[in-house]
């Protein structure tokens, strides 16, 4: 593989290669871009099939945040880090310890937080080294009920594009998934009256949403084909793809899952195809919100306020599609690009401790 061709790609400022031999440790932090604030970004513990699978996915993951941190109107920029391993491993104390010195040594350009494979208590393990870490117990908590309700509100915005008005009361959604996201999504769309078709591969959560919820459950596969206004998925990656695209019957796609479409062609598809994609690093920032709650000290209500603006953002996503005449995929990414310009054109000006 060629790292500075991949990192000069797509202008990450800096990747770190770390490893500590006593226990194991082999991690890698990716930065893509500090212009807006510090890179954050979770840890990924995972067990790659080679060293150039860990470092695409550590650039692409840190691209990624930086988009999301710069639509959502954060003072963040993007990184990822991922640990190389087995995330079963019951040992993990110097695991992550270790981590926490790597973390530590770039000054607090990058700030960690839990991701597949990491829990909170293995962020307790990074604290006892670096204070550059979020997501510790009894802070930010649980970002399910803001991300949950950032994707409601995101949902309630594409219903004003598409339909004129942004009342959900009547109308059919299809969510895939019965975590929690989805429950608190579903939460919302029940409040206020809308139909909710769910659909799991775990069918004990989706028959409980079928109680709490009145929501009508299909097989897995089975969510594809459902007659419904919305679908919203909440569960896996990459459901846009050749097989889904033709069985879809639905005119919005708004949900809280990561990566949902397979490739960028298909977010092209959706548009030939008239149907409106509300891209998913725009909805669902209420996660990043609530991580960047305990960073800078908000109160849990504040938070939600700010995940409030997400319908907000959807519209002018849907604004700039419209006046550059690109998919929604595309103007998504022109929003967060322009944030961070216009961030980077402004002038320096003399601080207090400059030297």
Partial sequence: MDLFKDIEAHG????????????????????????????????????????????????????????????????????????????????????????GRFVESLGGRYITAEDVGTSPS????????????????????????VTGYGVYMGMKAA????????????????????????????????????RIIVTDIDTEKAKRKVEEMGATMVAPD??????????APCALGAVINDDTLSRLKVEIIAGGANNQLA??????ALEEKGLLYAPDFVI?????????????????????????????TILRVFAIAAR????????????AEERVDAAGRLSRMWMQGDR
């Fill in 284 to 312: 669902n920032a209420g996660g990043l919100i609530n991580v960047y709650r305990e960073i800078a000290g908000w109160s849990e209500e504040r938070a939600k306020r700010k995940a409030q603006e997400i319908y907000d």
């Fill in 263 to 268: 490739e960028e062609r298909h977010g092209l």
């Fill in 12 to 99: 990450h400022e800096q990747v770190v290669v770390c490893h500590e031999p006593s226990c194991g440790y082999l991690g890698i932090i990716a930065i893509h871009d500090t212009t807006l604030g510090p890179a954050l970004g979770g840890t990924r513990y995972w067990h790659y099939g080679s060293f150039q699978e860990a470092v695409t996915d550590a650039l692409r993951l840190a691209r990624g945040m930086t988009y999301k941190a710069a639509v959502a109107g954060l003072n963040l920029g993007g990184g990822k880090a991922v640990i190389v391993g087995d995330n079963k491993r019951t040992d993990r104390e110097f695991i992550f310890r270790a981590h």
């Fill in 159 to 194: 219903a004003r594009q598409r339909w004129g008005k942004d009342s959900l009361k009547g109308k059919t959604v299809a969510v895939q998934g019965a975590g929690k996201v989805a429950y608190y999504l579903s939460t919302h769309l029940k409040a206020e009256g809308a």
């Fill in 222 to 231: 089975e969510i594809y084909d459902v007659q419904a206004d919305i679908y």
């Fill in 324 to 335: 550059d005449k690109i998919p929604t995929y595309e103007a998504a990414d022109r929003l």
């Fill in 122 to 145: 293995d962020m307790e393990f990074i604290k006892r080294e670096t204070d550059h870490v979020a997501g510790l117990q009894g802070l930010s908590g649980d970002p399910s009920p």
